[in-house]
């Protein structure tokens, strides 16, 4: 009990403050991070949607192209 007397009461306030504003910021860091990952998954339907038109275009282009063909081929 005499070891808790001897600490001084700014020392056990200073504690308290920083731990408070530890808490803080890990808070603001978790809501930062939070809405970090919902841009992310955002992106990777925006990437999904990409490829797959991508892949329609160059469907699109080979089709384009085997038409041309039979049609140079008629005349």
Same mark, same amino acid.
């Given at each position: 009990?005499?070891?808790?007397? @001897?600490?001084?009461?700014?020392? !056990? %306030? &200073? ?10 910021? +890990?808070?603001? =860091? ?8 919902? @841009?992310?998954?955002?992106?990777? !339907? %925006? &990437? ?10 160059? +469907?699109?282009? =080979? ?13």
């Amino acid at each position: 009990m005499t070891v808790i007397k @001897k600490i001084p009461v700014a020392l !056990l %306030v &200073a504690l308290v403050v920083q731990t408070i504003g530890g808490l803080v910021w +890990a808070g603001g =860091a978790a809501a930062r991070i939070g809405a970090l990952e919902v @841009k992310v998954a955002e992106q990777a !339907l %925006v &990437a999904e949607r990409l490829a797959r038109l991508e892949a329609q275009g160059e +469907a699109m282009r =080979a089709s384009l192209e085997r038409i041309e063909r039979q049609l140079e081929g008629r005349k």
